[in-house]
Each structure stands twice: as C-alpha cells, then as structure tokens.
C-alpha cells in the first residue's frame, strides 16, 4: 500500500463510484516564507498580550472605604469626624457663588477628618461644587462654581 493514498472500503463509499473514492498525491506543501509568517504573528500575539499582562499596575484601592486612588493611611473617611471651632464665626456669604442669604455650611475639602482648611459653603454649592453633584463623592475646594457656572468667590 502506497503510504500518500487514502483508500476507502465499500463500507465508507456512501453512494461514492470505487474509482471516485481513491485520492491519490500528496497533500499540498506551503510555502516557507509564509509558515515563517505565521510563526512570526504568532510570536508577536504572545508578546504583545502577555506584555499588556505584565506592565499594568494593580489600581491602588482604599481597605478602609473602597474607593480607589487613595490607600488606608491617607483615606479622609477613615478617621472620626473633626469638628471646626465654633469661635471661628461663619461667614455670611458663600464662598462658592458669593451669594448672601442662604444658610451656611462648613465644607471639609480636605476630608472630614481633617479641620486644617474650611470653607463656608450654601447648600447647593455643598453638594454640587464640594462633593461634585453627589456626597458620596470625595469632598474637593471648588475652583469653579457649578451653580453659577464662574470661578468660585474665593478665587477671586
């Protein structure tokens, strides 16, 4: 038997003629430029995606509150909450929008365990400008002012 023949027995001819069902030659060769193509794509696959693996650093993320950018030792939600002094009078108007009139907060921009910087804030400002829309958001010193769509009163 020739080792390049396929032969197929009459139980394998599925309606086939017997002179159909012989295959005979040798199965195509490719070229070698193109099997060293596809070994060089191939290799280029792997480095690729196993550099992307390995060069990424693990995203930093707070035990304390799960938030990331920040670890345990410098999370400001982490520590009990500092109250301000209340010798420091409150400020009438709102060091956001500048506006007078509304009722007046103390805004922790550094953490609300940390009593070192304050600012007198109205509510909406508080909310929108202080904690970025939301208070679970990590509290900020407004530069701009989202209520009034300007720098804040006390940037200026």
Same mark, same amino acid.
Request: charged content about 20%; hydrophobic content about 30%.
């Given at each position: 038997?020739? !080792?390049?023949?396929?032969?197929?027995?009459?139980?394998? @001819?599925?309606?086939?003629?017997?002179?159909?069902?012989?295959?005979?030659?040798? !199965? !195509?060769?490719?070229? @070698?430029?193109? +099997?060293?193509?596809?070994?060089?794509?191939?290799?280029?696959?792997?480095?690729?995606?196993?550099?992307? @693996?390995?060069?990424?650093?693990?995203?930093?993320?707070?035990?304390?509150?799960? %938030?990331?950018? #920040? &670890?345990?030792? +410098?999370? !400001?939600?982490?520590?009990?909450?500092?109250?301000? =002094? %209340?010798?420091?009078?409150? =400020?009438?108007?709102?060091?956001?929008?500048?506006?007078?009139?509304? +009722?007046?907060?103390? #805004?922790?921009?550094?953490?609300?365990?940390?009593?070192?910087?304050?600012?007198?804030?109205?509510?909406?400002?508080?909310? &929108?400008?202080?904690?970025?829309? #939301?208070?679970? &958001?990590?509290?900020?010193?407004? %530069?701009?002012?989202?209520?009034?769509?300007?720098? =804040?009163? @006390?940037? =200026?």
């Amino acid at each position: 038997m020739d !080792p390049h023949r396929v032969y197929l027995y009459p139980a394998q @001819w599925n309606g086939m003629v017997p002179n159909q069902a012989v295959i005979s030659g040798q !199965p !195509p060769q490719q070229p @070698w430029w193109a +099997t060293a193509l596809a070994a060089l794509l191939a290799g280029g696959l792997v480095y690729a995606v196993i550099s992307d @693996w390995a060069s990424g650093e693990p995203e930093r993320i707070c035990g304390t509150c799960g %938030r990331p950018g #920040h &670890n345990r030792r +410098t999370c !400001p939600y982490g520590v009990p909450r500092v109250s301000f =002094s %209340r010798a420091i009078p409150r =400020s009438r108007r709102c060091e956001c929008c500048g506006l007078y009139g509304y +009722t007046v907060q103390r #805004h922790h921009p550094r953490g609300r365990g940390n009593a070192r910087d304050y600012l007198d804030v109205c509510d909406a400002c508080h909310i &929108n400008c202080g904690h970025e829309g #939301h208070f679970r &958001n990590l509290a900020i010193k407004p %530069r701009v002012c989202r209520v009034m769509n300007r720098s =804040s009163f @006390w940037c =200026s």
